[in-house]
């Protein structure tokens, strides 16, 4: 059947609560409600297999180590399982902490109340539930019962609960509250809803001390959460004896707005807030207990819920539920502290360089583009922050590095990276993982993996009379050095020679006689990891260079990456890891290559084995004290 062309002649819009002078949309929320757990209930009545008594055993610690002090644990005149967990929670020492509240519900008939309550015996603190139909729908369908029938049997039962608990001098070890709901309240006539939490409230007798709770449900949730705030506030103004009464909320969330009801309805004057985690419930759920109570957190108020390691909280809610969080769900989902796209990680990563930068202590002053909340405070890392796909540009490429190689990429290298990762990730059609991205960047410059060209051995020279020019990052006295040493590429060993301003320029100079001209465009380095006294840190040097010309005769961007203990064999490797790009990017591999020893210097033909490696390196060694770059 289609969609109604018309649905007014199906649906009717619900009616606005005549209340001109509501004081709620000007009020704020100052402190955490009285947080009341109904996942062990209603978020186990709609599962599809509902808890076993040892998950709902654990979940209830679970419950107890976050904070929360009352807890819905069963039905229990609906089943064994639900009396029997009610039982062992009281019985085992220990089980339930003195300032928890054992809260279950049951409704209005006489013999499921009875046996509801035998369920609490020995109970530290209990609270008994009742609920029953006030709305004309519930009411009317459900039990064919007038307003008048519906109070008369609430009174009636309220009393009988009273005379099994409070008034029983046999259950005078255990500490009684009485919540009553109006089901579902959200529909009621508003004027009903007081008049028979009035006579409840007269059949119990609270105290200021020990209050009764009204639970007000949007049982069905059925209008816009202004409306709901309304129907709040028009009770707390109109019940009598409001020091003496709780009001509690229960939203579910039918049209998505459970939070934003819960919300307002506070502001409306509410106390107190029945939910689940994660939204867990009936249809679409009851109220999300985490969102609550971070969107406190994120307006400075501490909800009284240790949520510092939500991800454990998730693993166990989704084992008991076989209910996944979804990937958006507030806070807890996988994908809420995640950015793809490339302007929100350019962002992400400036804030974050910002707040090292003016030394932002962890603990203060968030203010974080797209991040409304430090995900370090619940438990979440920022290494799952930032992710990389098509969508990606280089500050996402550039965090994944940063905190994975400690490197701070000049914008340059970026730039040339991130069309690395974008290839990769095009060709993939999918995301790549930061490990990915680390082990792309190693290859790419040869970090992980002998270059292409390697030094075998060297030696520079220096020649004084040789008047000076100016260089990368040296000042114009230098005189010029002299380059002369063997290189293994492709397992073919090469002597080459050139000159130039330092040992990078004359390098650079020298790798001419192998067929790669480069000249160095720029040059950065930094300390990488802080060892203690800086005795374990090393040097990350990045160069860029120029090459020649592509088939067009265009000049191109090379970069290269050197990384080592001594800063100035990092900066030739760096040079090395540009040629060895620049060799990469020739068609045919391994290249034949036109050696060009215009210094008149033989090749030499013996291959590289782990030896000359090992005397590469010493050379690079002993060569590097006496550098000057
Ligand atoms: C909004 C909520 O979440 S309320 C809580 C809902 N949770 C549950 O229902 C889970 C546990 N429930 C059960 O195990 C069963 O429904 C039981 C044990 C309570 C009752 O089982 P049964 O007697 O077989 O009845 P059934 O499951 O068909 O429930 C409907 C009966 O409950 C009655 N009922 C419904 N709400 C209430 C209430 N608040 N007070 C009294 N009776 C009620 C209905 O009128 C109906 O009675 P009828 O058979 O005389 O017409
Ligand atoms: C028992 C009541 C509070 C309930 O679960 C509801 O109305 O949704």
């Known amino acids: 059947m289609p969609m109604l062309k018309n649905p007014a002649q199906k649906y009717k819009a619900f ?25 062990l209930r209603d ?42 967990f009610t039982r062992r929670l009281i019985e085992t020492p220990g089980a339930t902490p003195d300032d ?3 809260q279950v519900l049951s409704p209005c008939r006489e013999e499921f109340i009875k046996r509801t309550i035998e369920s609490l015996k020995g109970a530290k603190k209990a609270i008994v539930h009742l609920y029953l139909a006030t709305s004309a729908c519930f009411r009317e369908v459900i039990f064919g019962m007038s307003e008048e029938e519906s109070l008369a049997l609430a009174v009636k039962c309220t009393k009988l609960v009273r005379s099994l608990t409070k008034d029983c001098p046999d259950a005078q070890d255990t500490e009684w509250a009485y919540e009553f709901s109006p089901e579902t309240f959200s529909d009621t006539r508003l004027d009903f809803a007081v008049q028979i939490c009035e006579a409840v409230k007269e059949a119990w007798g609270p105290t200021e001390q020990n209050p009764i709770i009204f639970n007000l449900p949007a049982t069905v949730e059925m209008s816009t959460p202004n409306v709901y705030a309304d129907q709040i506030e028009y009770f707390c103004r109109n019940i009598t004896e409001r020091e ?28 107190r807030v029945e939910g689940c985690l994660f939204g867990n419930g009936e249809r679409t759920g009851n109220v999300d207990l985490v969102t609550l109570a971070l969107n406190l957190y994120t307006q400075g108020i501490h909800p009284n819920i240790d949520f510092s390691d939500l991800p454990k909280v998730i693993d166990l809610v989704e084992d008991c539920t076989k209910i996944p969080v979804h990937a958006r769900a507030p806070y807890g989902g996988q994908l809420v502290v995640c950015a793809f796209s490339g302007s929100h990680q350019d962002a992400i990563k400036k804030g974050f360089a910002l707040r090292e930068k003016q030394g932002i202590h962890e603990d203060e002053n968030w203010a974080m583009p797209y991040l409304p909340l430090d995900p370090a405070d619940i438990g979440r890392t920022y290494e ?19 905190r994975s190689l400690e490197l701070d990429m000049p914008r340059g290298l970026q730039i040339a990276f991130s069309r690395v990762v974008q290839k990769q990730t095009e060709n993939l059609g999918r995301e790549l993982k930061p490990r990915e991205i680390q082990a792309l960047f190693e290859d790419e410059y040869f970090l992980n993996k002998p270059s292409r060209i390697n030094l075998v051995d ?24 002299t380059f002369v040493g063997i290189v293994s590429m492709d397992g073919r060993e090469h002597s080459i020679r050139g000159v130039g301003n330092g040992p990078i320029s004359s390098l650079a100079n020298a790798l001419k006689c192998i067929g790669v001209e480069l000249e160095v465009k720029d040059y950065k380095e930094h300390a990488v990891g802080r060892g203690r006294d800086g005795k374990d840190a ?22 290269g990456v050197g990384i080592h203990e001594d800063a100035a064999q990092a900066s030739l490797i760096a040079i090395l890891s540009a040629a060895s790009r620049v060799v990469n990017s020739r068609p045919g591999t391994p290249l034949p290559i036109a050696v060009k020893n215009e ?31």
């Open 15 to 39: 009616p606005p609560i005549n209340l001109p002078d509501r004081q709620w949309p000007s009020k704020q929320i100052t402190k955490a409600p009285r947080w009341l757990s109904t996942d």
């Open 43 to 84: 978020g186990n009545q709609s599962l599809v297999d509902p808890m076993d008594g040892e998950q709902k055993w654990k979940y209830f610690q679970m419950l107890v180590e976050l904070g929360y002090k009352e807890i819905e644990v069963s039905f229990p005149s609906a089943s064994q399982v639900d009396f029997d």
């Open 100 to 102: 928890v509240w054992l």
């Open 244 to 271: 003496k009464v709780c009001v509690s909320l229960h939203p579910h969330n039918d049209r998505g707005c459970a939070t934003a009801a819960a919300e307002l309805a506070q502001m409306g004057g509410a106390d």
């Open 384 to 402: 799952a922050i930032i992710r990389v796909n098509s969508q990606s540009g280089k500050g996402g490429v550039a965090w994944v590095i940063q």
């Open 458 to 481: 060297y030696e520079f020279s220096t020649d004084r009379s040789t008047s000076p020019a100016p260089a990368l990052g040296k000042s114009s006295a230098n005189p010029r050095r």
């Open 538 to 559: 090393k040097a990350a040097t990045f160069i860029e260079c120029i090459v020649g010309g592509d088939s067009s005769g265009k000049p191109q961007t090379v970069w």
């Open 599 to 629: 210094n008149g210097l033989a090749p030499v033909a013996n291959p590289v084995n782990a030896s000359t490696v090992k005397v590469a390196i010493n050379g690079l060694e002993q060569a590097a004290e006496n550098m000057n770059l």
